[in-house]
């Protein structure tokens, strides 16, 4: 349990981000937090670097809604005020917080506060390196095996792990390794993963594969910018994944010289119309809503739309609109995303 949101087994795959403002700044960190949340973000997570943002964390929490985590690299003694200013999680890195005392206070008071700890790897900050003829996926692996020895001991099991690359590749093998080794819920993640462009690309390379493994149990997408993006994309992962559903899925085709309207912008507007309404979908609901077609002429729809449970295939200034792939009705091309939504209204 992070607050009211529970990680792991069959609870939904949660969402979570991290505030880019200083934490100190308790103002700017609690409206940046707010936005997040109203993008549908689950789980927030602070970067605490020294005392002040520690001890921001009470006030930050007076403010908003969903959990806070603590993000804590080098000082246990931060960890230790995080727990103590009300911080729902903590974050540690096994490779920069190792004397076994240090690990100790912080386990005894995440143990009497009932708050879990991520234990986080990157493979910058790698404790220990691989043996000759390993990978580096295979050292992320070994070293925090090793680093959680420390908790198995103390018999605190409150724990949630992730091994984190900015390299795809690597970080989807030290998560496959890590998940033959144990069965604590996994913090799934490309690290440094770069502008949107770039970073969306490699973000859903590699968390989607995880999860079409059954692997993961809480996302944060990490991108260079604006945080809100990484929201949007995660949403967009776990939809695509099969994982969650935030409403209607629309498909549409690529266009081509067949097309016959102009689909770009009616393919907009069905989207913007349906995110007004998205409060009608329970988002952590497993049950996976309507698929909605929109094709651009009568090649692609109906028939190559048939698993769509509703869609409209475009020709001659008018719209076929089909239900379960047959046709029900035509309309014309001005009233095509009003008849679509009263449709799905109906359908659900």
């Known amino acids: 349990m992070v607050g009211n949101v529970k990680i792991g087994s069959f609870h939904p795959v949660s969402i979570q981000s991290m505030t880019k403002t200083h934490t100190f700044d308790i103002a700017a960190t609690v409206s940046q937090a707010q936005s997040l949340e109203k993008a549908g973000c689950e789980l927030v997570r602070v970067a605490v670097k020294d005392i002040e943002d520690a001890k921001a964390i009470s006030d930050i929490k007076k403010e908003i809604k969903m959990p806070l985590i603590a993000d804590i690299h080098f000082d246990h003694e931060l960890a230790l005020e995080a727990i103590e200013r009300g911080a729902n999680k903590i974050r540690i890195n096994p490779g920069n917080i190792q004397r076994e005392e240090d690990i100790d206070k912080v386990v005894g008071a995440s143990a009497r506060k ?3 700890i991520r234990v986080g790897v990157n ?17 992320m692996v070994k070293s925090l095996l090793s680093y959680l020895e420390h908790f198995r001991r103390r018999k605190f099991n409150d724990i949630v792990v992730s091994l984190k690359s900015s390299d795809v ?3 989807v093998e030290a998560y496959r390794g890590m998940a033959n080794e144990c069965d604590y819920p996994f913090h799934l993640g490309v690290t440094a993963s770069g502008l949107p462009a770039e970073g969306i690309v490699k973000s859903s390379m590699g968390i989607g594969s995880l999860l079409l493994d059954g692997i993961g149990d809480t996302i944060r997408v990490s991108l260079t910018g604006d945080p809100r993006g990484e ?12 994982t969650r559903h935030f409403g209607p899925e629309i498909i549409a085709c690529p266009t081509c010289g067949r097309c016959q309207v102009d689909l770009v912008p009616i393919v907009k507007e069905l989207e913007a119309e349906l995110k007004k309404r998205c409060t009608m979908y329970d988002t952590r609901c497993t049950k996976k809503p309507p ?14 739309a048939k698993e769509a449970d509703i869609g409209i295939a475009f020709g001659n200034g008018k719209g076929a609109i089909f239900c379960d792939g047959a046709i029900v009705k035509t309309v ?5 995303v009003k008849e679509l939504i009263n449709m799905i209204g109906e359908k659900r």
């Open 123 to 139: 493979s910058g900050s790698l404790m220990e390196v691989a043996k000759e003829g390993g990978t580096q996926a295979a050292g």
């Open 114 to 116: 009932g708050i879990p």
């Open 332 to 336: 014309k091309v001005a009233e095509a």
């Open 231 to 242: 929201i949007d994309t995660a949403r967009r992962i776990l939809a695509s994944a099969g």
């Open 169 to 171: 590749s690597t970080m």
């Open 291 to 304: 698929i909605i077609a929109v094709m651009g002429c009568e090649v692609n729809g109906p028939g190559e």
